[in-house]
């Protein structure tokens, strides 16, 4: 499984980059709004998210149209910025129609707000090279968002849809709208390629109760140690 940062914060993208496990970030209008982020400087934030994390981690930037020609439009401009931009398109049929068309023209597209089996094919035919299915939301409204992760995992799984992608390649299914450590836990035993997290999930995927003690106890006999 792979570790993408779900955020438009700079200062939290250079820290988990710093890390050493991160592999993309994911962004959207919300998570820019929370930022402060203006309409003005989208373009330059979204550069400066990729020049953080380098040209190997994709970055997610979402197009806000609603027509399959606005969509496409906004996907080739945002695709300009650098060669790592992934457009987001949300999963609905002008999404799709457009995701055919960015695809066809070489564009990567993770398509975003997917929460259920007919729409992860459907997005996987029309050539997304990513497939996002958010599990918070699901849990919002008192269902399960972690058994449709492990259902479009499993039914993707079933097929081959490298005809459909940009230069043939596997699309990978992001486990979005993650809320705790143990969602990423469940995403990684149902084999979800990606999980694309918030940053105080990923502060918390890395602590254990066991290992700070462990590590106290360490510190504490090696003070014996030196002290010989
Ligand atoms: C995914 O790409 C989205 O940006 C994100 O995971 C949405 O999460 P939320 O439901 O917590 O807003």
Redesign the pocket.
């Known amino acids: 499984m792979k570790f993408f940062l779900?955020t438009a914060d700079l200062s939290e993208i250079e820290e988990a980059a710093s890390w050493g496990a991160l592999a993309g970030v994911?962004?959207?209008p919300?998570?820019y709004a929370k930022i402060g982020g203006k309409l003005s400087g989208f373009y330059d934030h979204m550069k400066k998210i990729c020049d953080i994390v380098g040209d190997d981690c994709p970055v997610?930037a979402e197009t806000v149209a609603m027509t399959r020609e606005e969509i496409v439009r906004e996907g080739l401009e945002l695709a300009e910025i650098a060669p790592n931009i992934v457009v987001?398109v949300p999963t609905m049929v002008e999404g799709l129609a457009a995701t055919r068309e960015l695809a066809n023209l070489g564009v990567r597209v993770?398509m975003?707000l997917c929460f259920s089996v007919p729409q992860a094919i459907l997005a996987a035919r029309a050539g997304a090279r990513y497939i996002?299915p958010?599990i918070?939301?699901f849990d919002d409204i008192s269902e399960d968002g972690l058994e449709q992760v492990g259902n479009i995992v499993a039914a993707l799984g079933n097929y081959d849809f490298t005809e459909s992608t940009v230069n043939g390649e596997q699309v990978e299914v992001?486990a979005?709208?993650?809320?705790s450590a143990n969602h990423v836990t469940q995403c990684a035993l149902m084999g979800a390629d990606i999980a694309?997290v918030?940053f105080p999930v990923l502060k918390k995927m890395i602590q254990h109760p066991l290992t700070d003690r462990g590590l106290e106890s360490f510190m504490k006999d090696w003070q014996k140690v030196l002290g010989e």
């Open positions: 779900d994911t962004t959207n919300s998570l997610s987001k993770n975003t996002s958010f918070g939301r992001i979005a709208s993650v809320r694309t918030p």
